[in-house]
């Protein structure tokens, strides 16, 4: 009987303790790089921390916000080989418009066409919608599935994840999507929360408001226009309180939904800054 596929992501994904433990999946690091230092996206490096580093590079005079990096080709290459040859490997990755995670992995697939079958896939989605494509890769190749197979079922189910979320951090938007540099001075001076949603895993801005309640109305409104609520996963920063209520209003309209507080990883603080609260959706597949 051939070996069944293994699967691969990246820290960004969010996946509980007890699917780790069900589940082998192989969870490859970010490094972030703040100020002329890096560190590992592990259970010990939280989002608190990263911008708590951030502030000591300010205060140093060093304005350069932080960034994420993939390891390097050598990496996946070791990593690949870990069992011999003839694997067969499923790579599922934060969007690969956010990280070059999916780049190096594919890089390091194409060397190894002929010896492996490796398929290295964008979930166009971060943190909780990516945990939730590996959770189903997983649960497929624990199956049997094939390699293609996998890949059908996460393709599958990409367009039916949405990303939607507020952040009060413009200068950090200025770089990851299309707001100006004047526009986010003026936005921080009035006090400003920049809606983003995530379009074919960009993240693009939308509409602006003032006020905090004006975010969690917002994103109910966000959330309650879809049909179906398969899962929702929601995070913050800063945003706790507002969370709360979100999730108490959220817990009325969709009684049956099971809604998820999740961690606000690193690899996603490198883009949305600091005063943050999402929300990803998983509408299901019909």
Request: hydrophobic content about 40%; charged content about 20%.
């Amino acid at each position: 009987m051939m070996n069944k596929v293994r699967i691969v992501t990246d820290s960004n994904a969010f996946l509980p303790p007890d699917v780790l433990q069900k589940y082998s999946v192989t969870v490859v690091p970010h490094r972030i790089k703040v100020g002329g230092s890096f560190f590992e996206e592990d259970p010990d490096f939280s989002t608190e921390e990263l911008f708590a580093k951030v502030r000591e590079t300010q205060q140093l005079g060093v304005s350069r916000l932080p960034e994420i990096q993939a390891p390097n080709v050598n990496t996946f290459l070791d990593l690949f080989h870990a069992n011999g040859e003839g694997e067969q490997i499923v790579c599922i990755h934060m969007s690969r418009e956010l990280s070059p995670m999916w780049a190096t992995a594919r890089k390091a697939a194409e060397m190894l066409r002929g010896r492996f079958t490796i398929r290295v896939l964008d979930s166009q989605s971060t943190t909780y919608g990516l945990g939730l494509l590996v959770q189903q890769a997983a649960a497929a190749a624990e199956a049997g599935a094939s390699v293609n197979d996998i890949a059908r079922i996460v393709n599958g189910a990409v367009p039916h994840l949405y990303f939607a979320a507020f952040s009060e951090s413009l200068n950090y938007l200025e770089r990851s999507t299309t707001l100006s540099p004047s526009q986010s001075l003026l936005g921080t001076m009035l006090g400003i929360k920049a809606m983003l949603m995530m379009e074919d895993g960009k993240l693009m801005t939308q509409e602006k408001v003032q006020t905090r309640d004006e975010v969690v109305e917002k994103l109910a409104e966000f959330v309650n226009e879809f049909a179906s609520v398969h899962d929702l996963g929601i995070f913050e920063e800063g945003y706790a309180p507002q969370r709360t209520s979100l999730i108490e209003r959220l817990h009325d309209t969709l009684p049956k939904t099971p809604i998820h507080r999740i961690d606000y990883r690193p690899s996603l603080g490198t883009y949305l800054g600091t005063q943050v609260l999402g929300v990803l959706v998983y509408e299901g597949v019909y």
